[in-house]
């Protein structure tokens, strides 16, 4: 595994290094077995590079496979939707087959059986028996200031699945919405996993997860087997890390 931290000006260069490093590993993914397999983070970050890669309509689209990191357990066209930010912001300008995009169904079913539905859909779209953990080519991955990643949240005993690649979560602050999250046993299958943070408010808790070895913030359970781990921060929320 390959781990490596770069540090930005802000979140346009940042976004910018995203698409090239997307760019790079959707050639190779497609040289290698014809298919791009990535997942997608919500949140505030991304918009960005979304909005960017919506710009580029000679990415291998036909070919790329998009899946949802995590989402919240509400409908559709709620403004709390991520599938609903990332397909405004992304899917809704690229010529994209909708047989490749891979969202969580939230209505008419409850918050489990979505959880156990999404699964069985990436075991399909992967061709893989129940046992076998797909591996991704790209995972995007956001960083709350609590520490949480995907719906993974601090403490919380989704963290030690060790069987399940889909999971519903309850989040601890109630105020939040209940969520279906990928879980580490999917997440650290993956060949690539990408972290985008910026922002102040981040620099505490990126400072344990990148310096702290034991520390058991989700963030930093972030560890993929066999693929490489790329962080991408801007310089507000590296300012606490010892080596910039
Ligand atoms: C979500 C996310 C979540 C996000 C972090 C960081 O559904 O909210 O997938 O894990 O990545 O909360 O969010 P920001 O990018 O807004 O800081």
Redesign the pocket.
């Known amino acids: 595994m390959k781990r490596e931290l770069k540090i930005f000006d802000n979140l346009n260069d940042i976004s910018d290094f995203a698409v090239k490093k997307w760019t790079e590993l959707s050639e190779k993914a497609i040289k290698d077995s014809d298919r791009f397999s990535v997942a997608l983070?919500?949140?505030?970050?991304?918009v960005t590079l979304y909005r960017k890669l919506s710009k580029v309509q000679d990415l291998p689209w036909n070919k790329t496979d998009i899946f949802i990191?995590?989402?919240?357990f509400v409908p559709p066209e709620s403004d709390d939707s991520?599938f609903r930010m990332i397909r405004e912001v992304l899917l809704d300008h690229i010529s994209i087959p909708a047989e490749n995009i891979h969202s969580v169904t939230t209505l008419n079913i409850s918050l489990h059986d979505a959880a156990l539905q999404y699964e069985r859909e990436i075991r399909i779209s992967f061709g893989i028996s129940d046992d076998a953990v797909p591996s991704f080519d790209l995972i995007l991955?956001?960083?709350?200031?609590d520490g949480?990643?995907?719906?993974l949240f601090p403490a919380g005993s989704e963290l030690n699945e060790l069987n399940r690649l889909i999971l519903s979560v309850n989040p601890p602050d109630i105020t939040r919405s209940e969520?279906i999250s990928m879980t580490f046993r999917l997440i650290n299958n993956a060949k690539n996993i990408i972290f985008?943070?910026?922002?102040a408010d981040?620099s505490i808790v990126i400072k344990e997860v990148i310096e702290d070895r034991n520390s058991t913030l989700p963030a930093a359970l972030v560890n993929p087997r066999k693929g490489d781990l790329i962080f991408l921060f801007d310089n507000e929320a590296a300012s606490l890390l010892a080596t910039q």
Do not use: F, Q
């Not at 983070?41 to 991304?46: E, L, V, W, Y």
């Not at 991955?141 to 200031?145: P, Q, S, T, V």
């Open positions: 983070s919500g949140g505030k970050t991304p990191v995590d989402e919240r991520n991955l956001g960083i709350g200031d949480h990643t995907a719906s969520r985008l943070s910026t922002g981040k």
